[in-house]
């Protein structure tokens, strides 16, 4: 006969092991969030599963830092060690809880040390320098707790005083004061593998440049916000990847103005398009005689001369019926009218606009039966594009290539440019 106990899943209905020796010579003195931290992944480990220190700074409703915070502690008091993945100046490690009966008969390494203190930083001039530099910055004196919190860093996020004065300086030419800021940028610096200024420094410098060639392009759009994430991954794509210069990147965005709505995805269309032709003219393909710019510039004197065929198209309306001329002034103080009614506060607004869209209605009746009426096509003082589906930008609304493109050929770009000259 065999015996075996029913198997539970939910994690939440298992039993935690906890040592004895834990609960007597750790836990009284320990830190109540440490504990806690302790605990659940006491709970996490026993059950065979992960969990990461966000997610547990979450459960808790604290701080990752905190969470950090408590491995060093337990680490120091001999009950985990730190498993580091070998990348050199990052904090990612795994933590290993330390079967407390071996650490004390067996043979689990000592409690860690740490390589400063409070009581040991009192005789580290470099130590006291630190913290009287930081409290000529700040314009106050620290209290206990302020230099237990800076002295820890040290150890916490291995760097060096110079890396915290530093990170004081950064903080406060932003207006910010408040000390776990401070922390968060020396973690975000230690994270990314800075752990002296001049790499602080030359990695700062770069943001900002960066940073420039964005709000560049977000005026170039006409955006009046803060670019996303995404948005600046794929921005990173053009000068990372594409290496295409800020002029170039520029000159995309002005293809958007054709279209109704202006958006990263249709400018990273047309660069990802113009580095397909780079590419195509670097391997030798069928077109290698025909540049993103000679294509460029094709379009654009085909663009100017329909739009000036429009231009004296009107004039010639304008001389023979002048009414027509009269109903598009009107026309237009009617959308402006309008657009100062969507911005305004008043109560009857949409009462008021839909009696402008009526009028305006009626007046467009009455200029096409004067077109019509005088030998004009309805249409005929609109431009008209060589190819409607793009309307001669060779881009679609999505940002795709049109089709028009693979006919634009160099005996075609030459014949217009010649043709353009001897105008």
Request: net charge negative; hydrophobic share 35%; aromatic share 8%.
């Amino acid at each position: 006969m065999a015996f075996r106990r029913e198997k539970i899943n939910d994690l939440f209905l298992m039993d935690t092991r906890v040592e004895n020796m834990f609960i007597n010579e750790y836990m009284a003195t320990a830190p109540g969030d440490y504990v806690k931290i302790y605990l659940i992944a006491q709970m996490y480990t026993d059950a065979g599963m992960s969990i990461t220190n966000e997610d547990i700074a979450k459960t808790l409703g604290i701080e990752v830092e905190d969470v950090l915070k408590a491995w060093n502690y337990w680490e120091k008091k001999g009950i985990i060690r730190k498993v580091h993945s070998g990348k050199q100046g990052k904090l990612d490690y795994d933590v290993e809880l330390i079967n407390l009966r071996e650490g004390m008969y067996g043979t689990s390494p000592a409690p860690v040390n740490s390589d400063y203190s409070v009581q040991s930083s009192m005789g580290d001039r470099e130590i006291q320098e630190m913290l009287s530099t930081i409290e000529k910055m700040m314009g106050s004196v620290m209290n206990g707790t302020e230099v237990t919190e800076i002295i820890s860093w040290i150890n916490d996020y291995r760097v060096t005083p110079d890396v915290v004065i530093y990170a004081f300086k950064y903080s406060l030419e932003r207006k910010k004061r408040n000390i776990k800021y401070v922390e968060a940028v020396i973690r975000n610096w230690s994270e990314d593998g800075l752990t002296d200024v001049e790499s602080i420094e030359h990695k700062l410098s770069m943001v900002d440049k960066r940073q420039y060639m964005y709000s560049r392009v977000f005026k170039a759009l006409g955006f009046n916000r803060n670019s996303t994430e995404e948005e600046r991954r794929i921005m990173d794509t053009w000068f990372d990847d594409m290496e295409f210069s800020i002029d170039k990147v520029l000159e995309a965005c002005k293809k958007t103005s054709g279209i109704s709505s202006p958006n990263i995805n249709y400018v990273n269309k047309v660069l990802a398009n113009w580095h397909e032709e780079q590419a195509n003219v670097a391997a030798g393909g069928r077109r290698a005689d025909v540049t993103a710019g000679d294509i460029t510039r094709y379009y654009e004197i085909v663009r100017e001369s329909n739009e000036k065929i429009a231009e004296a198209h009107r004039h010639e309306v304008f001389a023979k019926v002048p009414r027509i001329k009269e109903i598009e002034d009107e026309l237009i103080a009617a959308a402006s009218e309008m657009m100062k009614l969507t911005l305004s506060k008043r109560t009857d607004k949409q009462e008021a606009i839909d009696k402008l869209k009526e009028q305006s209605e009626l007046i467009r009746i009455e200029e096409a039966f004067l077109l019509t009426d005088n030998g004009f096509d309805v249409d005929y003082m609109e431009t008209r594009y060589a190819c409607d589906k793009c309307k001669d930008t060779g881009v679609l609304e999505t940002g795709e290539r049109c089709q028009c493109q693979s006919e634009v050929t160099r005996e075609k770009i030459d014949l217009l440019m010649k043709s353009k000259q001897a105008k």
